[in-house]
């Protein structure tokens, strides 16, 4: 198994560009989360999924849009960038959480460093 | 206000030394409590999972969570060169949003 991977690994904008970031998951996890971290701030939570055609906001979604048309991916857009989205992006999956307390894993990609000029 | 707070170090210790590594958290919600390891330009990888308070063993780490106090620590025994890495402490209320602290860039020197 692949685990979760995400497409591509490096990228390099200017300002006003949009493009996507793709995650893929092999592990059939219903959820799925987008993260940047930056130094100092930690990860901190863009958009997550909690299965197919949903989505939601988390801490940090303005100047971000996201997709989860199939269960395996989630795809993370950036319409017009900005120097600000400077960072690194993580995406995690992770099972239903059907039985609470025993256990729990969140699974995340290598990244994927993106800078914007 | 972050939700958590942590202290980015970095903290230097000589091989063999017992670690602390410590959280704060404001939200009395939370009740599942991460820790986990990140070695440079990787992605995180989960090292301990408590629920609720209490203490939980694995090999040379130990959890904590103090929910009255709203702190977690992380204690790593015999601590190794090799983990040498940046931990973070992430908590969620209901699974479905995780609050991660900036993580503490741990030098376990030989």
């Known amino acids: 198994n692949a685990g979760v991977t995400q497409t591509p690994k490096f990228r390099v904008l200017k300002t006003g560009q949009s493009m996507t970031l793709l995650c893929a998951q092999d592990m059939n996890h219903e959820y799925m989360y987008w993260y940047r971290q930056d130094p100092g701030m930690g990860l901190r939570l863009i958009h997550y999924?909690?299965?197919?055609?949903?989505?939601a906001k988390g801490e940090v979604p303005d100047g971000y849009n996201v997709s989860r048309l199939k269960k395996q991916n989630f795809l993370l857009g950036l319409e017009s960038a900005a120097p600000s989205q400077t960072s690194v992006y993580f995406c995690?999956?992770?099972?239903?959480?059907?039985?609470?307390?025993?256990?729990?894993?969140?699974?995340f990609g290598p990244g994927t460093r993106l800078t914007v000029t | 206000q972050k939700e958590v707070e942590q202290d980015p170090g970095p903290l230097s210790v000589p091989e063999g030394a017992i670690v602390s590594l410590n959280c704060t958290y404001s939200n009395s919600a939370f009740q599942y409590f991460m820790w986990y390891r990140q070695y440079s330009r990787k992605g995180p990888e989960l090292l301990m999972y408590?629920?609720?308070?209490g203490n939980k063993e694995d090999g040379r780490f130990t959890a904590q969570v103090d929910k009255s106090s709203k702190y977690i620590s992380l204690f790593i025994r015999d601590s190794q060169p090799s983990d040498s890495a940046t931990y973070l402490c992430a908590m969620s209320a209901y699974f479905n949003k995780f609050y991660f602290g900036s993580g503490t860039k741990l030098n376990v020197k030989p």
């Open positions: 408590t629920y609720s308070s």
């Open positions: 995690a999956s992770s099972w239903v959480p059907r039985v609470v307390g025993p256990y729990y894993e969140q699974y």
């Open positions: 999924s909690v299965g197919e055609g949903t989505t």
